[in-house]
């Protein structure tokens, strides 16, 4: 996996008294105090990661169509040619491919021209010539390792129509930690290095927030729209976290081999192999963002 960290923004108050930067808030006739952290010297440091990862979610469509005088031979028909695939595919486990099917049925109508030479459908239920019915196959393949093989046996099928082949990522939840847990490091060494070039050191975290939503508003450069909500003031002593998430490790497991599909009607080997085609899940960014602040010394 390759890390590299966004420009993030490190905003840092001046070592004299707040209300000496900020002359006192007031909304009509009410004063608004400083937040209780800004009562000192803070600095304000936004953590920002972005990773790309292989997408790990697949999805492809395919259909099969049958035409007959009988709604219910056109209908067979049809399940009979994706029944073979559904079944070939579901020897994966559902924890790798998911298959959904459907079939729907529509009549076809016994067609005229009309006095300007238009061709139309004659819609009376006795002007029925045939049934078309569609047998629909919706794939999703959540072990991306088996998205060319899911693809070339759908092709091996030849059906009717095949949909293009579609990726994206759908990230688990060790996964987002472990950004979480990154934006909050990139946080404190930006806070270091900027307090450090300024010639002062850090103190102690004022306030923890995993959303960077803190050190996105103006409170740094003036409270009202912050404060204005009121509120039971916090003491100095106290750490604020506004969220948490835990660390975990980001790992993708390979899968074991997928199993040789079944037969009774499904393609064969060699036909597989025939259709086989290089299907390369893109890469796809994440980023993160964290804000901290910390007080200095």
């Known amino acids: 996996m390759r890390r590299s ?76 040619q994706v029944r073979a695939l559904s079944q070939a595919l579901s020897a994966y486990g559902a924890d790798k491919v998911r298959v959904e099917t459907s ?56 059906p009717t129509s095949i949909g293009q082949v579609n990726f994206n990522l759908d990230p688990d939840n060790s996964w987002k930690a472990n950004l979480q847990a990154e934006a909050m490091k990139d946080a404190r060494r930006r806070a270091e290095a900027a307090a450090t070039n300024a010639g002062a050191t850090l103190g102690r975290v004022k306030i923890i927030d995993p959303s960077g939503r803190v050190c996105q508003t103006d409170v740094l450069a003036g409270w009202p729209s912050y404060a204005a909500g009121g509120g039971q003031e916090t003491t100095v002593d106290d750490i604020v976290v506004t969220g948490s998430r835990s660390q975990a490790r980001m790992e993708y497991a390979a899968p074991p081999a997928p199993p040789p599909p079944p037969g009774g009607g499904a393609p064969s080997e060699a036909q597989i192999e025939a259709a086989r085609l290089a299907l390369q899940p893109p890469l796809q960014v994440m980023t993160d963002s964290a804000c901290v602040i910390y007080g200095l010394n």
Not at 8 to 29: E, F, H, K, N, R
Not at 105 to 126: F, I, S
């Open 103 to 158: 079939v729907t049925t529509r009549p076809l109508y016994d067609q005229y021209r009309d006095e300007n030479g238009v061709m139309r459908d004659n819609t009376r239920a006795d002007r029925v010539a045939r049934y078309q019915a569609d047998a629909s196959v919706n794939v999703t393949v959540r072990d991306v390792r088996l998205i060319e093989r899911v693809y070339a046996t759908i092709v091996a099928s030849r």
């Open 5 to 80: 960290f966004a420009f993030a923004l490190l905003l840092a108050s001046v070592a004299t008294p707040v209300l000496a930067q900020t002359p006192p808030a007031t909304i009509g006739d009410r004063y608004i105090p400083a937040p209780w952290w800004m009562r000192d010297p803070v600095i304000a440091s936004v953590g920002q990661v972005r990773v790309e990862i292989q997408a790990n979610r697949a999805f492809v469509s395919a259909s099969f169509q049958s035409v007959d005088r009988s709604v219910a031979e056109a209908s067979r028909a049809a399940a009979d």
